[in-house]
């Protein structure tokens, strides 16, 4: 007799949130990913109780009830089909993982419909495990609502931050998220205060309500975005904002491009303030290298280098005087 035993599901899901919810940030990444995925052209988040009590309603295309009671089973989705579509990804999510790992640490509920159900379904679920299913009266899309984020694991809990370092972190999330959807209204209240509203009217409506008027009438539209003149630019990297398709990453290689782009104008410790939407087909890029998708691959590192920086070299050489260009929006 052996000692290797496989765990049980309960058990390996626990050990997937480990990754996959890191904080309730990453939660509520993953559920405004399924939200946009699922088509929502309007989006509602509720944060309570430092980010352990989450609610996020959304008008998208809703679950039937069997899917209601297959989404948060593990390896469960709708998005991949086989290995080949791994790499020819156009939606958010792809692993399955989300919410069986999010279910899997906290006290949930569902309510969703689709457009073409009298009624929706309910189902309510602890650590997991489904505790009820019924129909009910709601609108077309979903809401999800998380009570008492990682109560079953105290451990995880242990290692939340202070209240207003894990609500930054949210609103922080939900910016990214909202700057990269800007046809999706996105709403934030935190302790039943709103801390961020757009309202999916475009681009340039998007970055004035995240913003202000200040950061748009300083930015310059280009090929790939919008770059900030001189009068805008921080004393962190965090302003440079890149997507790819869509996706917000953190890429060393698409920061270096910018500053670089920038060249002799910034002066030390002064970092651009940048929205850079890059599109590269889904099979030249590999986001399958971390659970939170954050970091992405490229196929073809310098050829994305030397495209954005030289983008932005034009861009900002077309301006004599940078510190001045002024945008007519
Ligand atoms: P993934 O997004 O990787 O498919 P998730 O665990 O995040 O995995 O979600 C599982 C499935 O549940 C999704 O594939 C989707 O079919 C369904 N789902 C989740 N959230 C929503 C939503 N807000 N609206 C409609 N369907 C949803
Ligand atoms: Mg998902």
Redesign the pocket.
């Known amino acids: 007799m052996g000692v290797i035993k496989i765990l049980d599901e309960s058990v390996s899901n626990i050990i997937a949130a480990g990754e996959v919810v890191e904080n309730p940030a990453s939660m509520i990444k993953?559920i405004l990913e399924?939200?946009l995925?699922?088509k929502s052209t309007n989006i509602r988040i509720q944060v309570k109780n430092s980010g352990r009590d989450v609610t996020i309603s959304?008008n998208?295309?809703?679950?039937s009830k069997d899917?209601l009671l297959l989404?948060i089973e593990r390896h469960?989705?709708?998005?991949i089909f086989n290995k080949e579509d791994i790499f020819n990804l156009y939606t958010y999510?792809?692993?399955?993982?989300?919410?069986?790992s999010i279910a899997s640490v906290s006290k949930m509920r569902i309510t969703?419909k689709r457009e073409s159900d009298e009624l929706g379904t309910e189902i309510k679920a602890l650590a997991g495990k489904v505790t009820k299913v019924s129909p009910v009266s709601v609108n077309e899309g979903?809401e999800i609502e998380i009570k008492e984020l990682f109560y079953n694991t105290p451990a995880r809990l242990k290692f939340l931050r202070k209240k207003s370092t894990e609500y930054g972190k949210i609103k922080e999330t939900v910016l990214k998220e909202s700057l990269a959807n800007p046809n999706v209204g996105f709403s934030l209240e935190i302790d039943g205060r709103e801390l961020l509203k757009t309202s999916g009217k475009g681009i340039q409506n998007t970055i004035l309500e995240l913003f202000g008027r200040n950061v748009l009438k300083n930015l310059k539209e280009f090929p790939l975005g919008f770059l900030g003149n001189l009068e805008i630019t921080r004393s962190s990297k965090d302003y440079m904002h890149t997507y790819v398709n869509g996706r917000y990453v953190k890429s060393q290689i698409l920061e270096k491009a910018i500053i670089d782009g920038y060249y002799t104008k910034l002066t030390k410790g002064r970092y651009p303030f940048a929205i850079i939407f890059l599109e590269i087909d889904p099979k030249e890029i590999d986001v399958n290298v971390h659970p939170s998708k954050k970091i992405v691959k490229f196929s073809e590192s310098s050829f994305v280098y030397n495209q954005v920086f030289s983008e932005i070299e034009k861009a900002i050489g077309e301006d004599e005087d940078i510190v001045s260009l002024e945008m007519s929006f």
């Open positions: 993953e399924n939200s995925d699922a959304d998208g295309v809703g679950m899917d989404c469960a989705t709708s998005k999510g792809f692993r399955g993982e989300a919410l069986a969703s979903t």
